[in-house]
């Protein structure tokens, strides 16, 4: 009889706990096209004193965004990139081509945590960011206004605040 009650305490625990574990492994899906249309349009921000930087998105087709950035001291172009992403539903998330110049290619991923957060990595690092050679976390603080803070090999090396040109 004890042997039995304890043996239905035991399996009342492992069921109440699976049934948690598994309810904090649950990652919620967000609807990853709507939440890339935040970006649409013109940006603008400062890099250092006489250095801004540009960003034009636009969509493309119906699941794509084109952008193009560009840094620019006084009249010299400092750099210049193009990026043509589109979402992949297997992965959930945005892929791309960052083609910047002077540079070589790379495929990059881009997915939304929430509705205001985004990671941007490299492909190959999509599985574990954190311990991503380069990516960038960003948030929309608003409608109008955005910080990324880009990482290499996991350390903060830049912040970019972004607002929208209207």
Known sequence: ???????????????IGLSEIQAQTTQPK????????????KWEGELAKDTLFYVDFKPFGT??????????AGDNVLSEIMEL???NSKLNKYIGTILEKGKDAEIGACWFTSKNKYI???LNDISNPD???????????????ITEIEYQNGKAVMTYNYKRVK
């Open 1 to 15: 009889m004890k042997k039995s009650f304890l043996i239905l305490v035991i399996v009342g625990f492992l069921v």
């Open 30 to 41: 967000f609807n990853q096209v709507e939440l890339m249309k935040q970006f649409n349009g």
């Open 63 to 72: 699941t794509g965004t084109d952008m193009y950035f560009k840094v620019v």
């Open 85 to 87: 992403f589109g979402y």
């Open 120 to 122: 941007v990595t490299y």
């Open 131 to 145: 311990k991503a050679s380069w990516k960038c976390d960003g948030v929309f603080k608003s409608p109008d206004a």
